[in-house]
């Protein structure tokens, strides 16, 4: 969704054309075995371009997905993959920025509340019962983005922008004060937790190509961990701490992450920093690998990939 607020370029440009805005979208959530690199189907669904499925999340138990389609959430079982609707009371324009607490037991959402007005984006965060219920507001200020919580669920990661500039924000569960963690030219996006509460894995577009940072959980001892000449998004740590998944475009977004683009999923060993290939290159992009998606197993990660019909 912040590709949206970010720049209306990134929505009519490239392979996303204003002739193709009344196509309809082949979603096809997937899941990829890191070991093997076999991909599984889960479930395919056809439907209009601006509401096609996104972001999927493993759930705790590893039963089941959580997705949003249309500014809803759903439930989808592993075992019997069939949408299920999670209640979310008035939030009814949840975007793709939302997941589970570590524990299992709380669901974070981002959703457009149209209550502090529509003119520009208007995001703020929310959270609920994981199983549904009613969405208790965490961020005042928006627009505010979800991406992760800490080990101890007591704090939110998230990119909002102040003043004109993206940066990534941390804010206790309960509300109140939000702490500024980064603070630098260019967009700051996609924070998440490593399991052990310790770093915050982001990324970051302050060298003219967006690439995975690491910082202390406090903000200092910011590093860029990839150096390559594609643009990589959403870093998202395994839950055993021996993984980073992202995803990579293969051609510079200028600082965008649209829907309609060529990427590929990639994994980094943390211990040896290397980084392998998980996906071929598959059309893809926003939506396709937003927000956490690993099995609590860490075998495995959920994707999902496009076609426009």
């Not at 996303?16 to 889960?42: F, M, N």
Request: proline share 6%; with cysteine.
């Amino acid at each position: 969704m912040k590709a949206l607020a970010l720049s209306l370029l990134a929505v009519v440009s490239g392979l996303v054309a204003a002739a193709q805005t009344s196509a309809t979208v082949t979603a096809t959530v997937e899941t990829v075995d890191i070991d093997s690199g076999q991909r599984t189907v889960v479930l395919t669904d056809i439907a209009p371009q601006d509401a096609h499925l996104e972001a999927p999340n493993w759930s705790r138990s590893g039963k089941s997905l959580l997705v949003n389609k249309a500014g809803r959430l759903y439930k989808l079982p592993l075992d019997k993959p069939r949408l299920s609707k999670v209640h979310t009371g008035f939030a009814k324009a949840c975007n793709n920025d939302h997941g589970y607490s570590f524990d299992g037991n709380t669901l974070i959402i981002s959703h457009n509340d149209e209550r502090v007005g529509t003119d520009g984006p208007n995001s703020r965060i929310f959270k609920l019962p994981a199983t549904g219920g009613r969405p208790i507001l965490v961020t005042e200020n928006y627009p505010s983005y979800w991406h992760g919580i800490s080990p101890d669920g007591q704090t939110l990661v998230y990119c909002a922008a102040r003043n004109g500039e993206w940066e990534v924000y941390a804010i206790s569960i309960q509300g109140g004060f939000e702490k500024r963690l980064t603070d630098a030219p260019g967009l700051d996006d996609g924070p998440e937790y490593s399991p052990d509460g310790k770093y915050i894995y982001f990324n970051a577009h302050r060298t003219g190509r967006m690439h995975v940072w690491r910082m202390n959980a406090d903000g200092s001892n910011q590093r860029q961990l990839t150096h390559d000449e594609y643009d990589n998004w959403f870093p998202h740590p395994s839950p055993d701490g021996k993984w980073l998944a992202f995803i990579s475009y293969q051609e510079d977004q200028k600082g965008q992450h649209p829907f309609g683009r060529n990427v590929k999923l990639r994994l980094m060993n943390l211990q040896k920093g290397d980084v392998k290939d998980l996906t071929d290159v598959f059309f893809g992009g926003q939506g396709s690998f937003n927000v956490p998606s690993w099995s609590p197993d860490s075998k495995q990660v959920a994707f999902v990939s496009y076609k426009l019909n």
